[in-house]
């Protein structure tokens, strides 16, 4: 059987690149969390969530980046 394109860069969904994606969103949610929600604590308690939601359903990443890159610079790609 073939393997899919996307498990040949990414590796397995264990590997070192899912790891690094799973970092950079644990801190960046904790960072939008906190600024939301004031307290440290609950900003824990709401990435840790999010991590199980992650570890369980890995295609779930690609959303949650893909809307943060739009959000980041799809004003700045789409202005003229």
């Given amino acids: 059987m073939m393997p899919l394109m996307l498990d040949i860069v990414l590796g397995t969904p264990k590997g070192d690149i899912w790891l690094a994606l799973l970092l950079f969103l644990a801190v960046v949610t904790f960072a939008w969390a906190k600024g939301k929600l004031g307290d440290a604590y609950t900003a824990i308690a709401f990435v840790l969530i999010l991590g ?21 610079y799809g004003l700045k790609m789409f202005k003229v």
Avoid at 52 to 72: A, D, M, P, Q, R
């Fill in 52 to 72: 199980l939601v992650f570890i369980s359903h890995t295609e779930f990443v690609w959303v949650v980046v893909g809307v943060w890159l739009l959000k980041e």
